[in-house]
């Protein structure tokens, strides 16, 4: 059964610590997806890829937030500094990178982060 | 974008048809309909997307409207498994873009 995985589950840290999230996505899957939950925001994207390369981040908060997929079975979501508003589940993606609208994404679990 | 109405919540009772409206009034041509649902600490979960037919498959139902201004997604014998948050969300034809909203909070009563 393919999914999406994600770690760490839950990160606890300091403000100012850097956080790294990582994600794996859907074996043979070519778009990621970030997306970041608050009771506040809902649901909110933050980036996508297809094929590695960066197709839209204007979600993300350029001065901390980066993300990359060094390789096609990784993705990387990094927050450096963090802050207590970063406090958050992010949620990773993929979708199989047909045409766009059958590109059903399928999500991972999660990592919940608190940031102190 | 099309945005999207649902209702805050629903209470369905178990084994019972859930009928989950969602209203998208503003939607072009191009622009498909799709359903996630999220269950508490999980992330969320594709059901169903459509463009112009009714579709169906293992989990649900999607019910579109001929002027596509409106949808119901029907899940036939509800369990207290289904118990979620369901999003309804209109996707441009070409837009990986995914908006969810608030979404309907559906709440299986045995």
């Known amino acids: 059964d393919a999914r999406v995985t994600q770690t760490p589950r839950d990160k606890v840290t300091e403000m100012g610590q850097e956080v790294t999230m990582r994600c794996q996505p859907i074996?043979?899957?070519?778009?990621v997806f970030w997306y970041r939950q608050t009771m506040m925001q809902g649901l909110e994207l933050l980036a996508y890829?297809?094929?590695?390369?960066?197709?839209?981040d204007s979600g993300m908060p350029k001065d901390r937030f980066s993300a990359e997929m060094p390789d096609a079975t990784l993705a990387t979501l990094k927050i450096q500094p963090s802050e207590p508003r970063d406090s958050a589940v992010y949620f990773c993606?993929?979708?199989?990178?047909?045409?766009?609208?059958?590109?059903?994404?399928?999500f991972g679990p999660g990592t919940r982060l608190t940031v102190l | 974008d099309a945005k999207t109405t649902q209702p805050t919540s629903m209470d369905c009772a178990e084994g019972r048809a859930a009928n989950l409206p969602c209203n998208h009034s503003?939607?072009?041509?191009?622009?498909?309909v799709y359903w996630y649902r999220q269950i508490h600490s999980q992330g969320p979960q594709y059901i169903i997307h459509?463009?112009?037919n009714n579709e169906t498959n293992e989990m649900a139902s999607l019910i579109i409207t001929e002027d596509r201004k409106s949808s119901t997604l029907i899940l036939p014998h509800a369990t207290l498994r289904d118990t979620a948050v369901y999003y309804c969300?209109?996707?441009?034809?070409?837009?990986?873009?995914?908006?969810f909203g608030a979404g309907t909070r559906l709440t299986v009563k045995p």
């Open positions: 459509g463009l112009k």
């Open positions: 890829f297809r094929n590695r390369a960066p197709l839209d």
């Open positions: 074996l043979g899957h070519n778009t």
């Open positions: 969300i209109v996707r441009p034809y070409n837009n990986n873009d995914m908006r």
């Open positions: 503003t939607i072009s041509g191009n622009e498909y």
């Open positions: 993606a993929s979708g199989p990178g047909g045409t766009s609208a059958s590109d059903t994404q399928y």
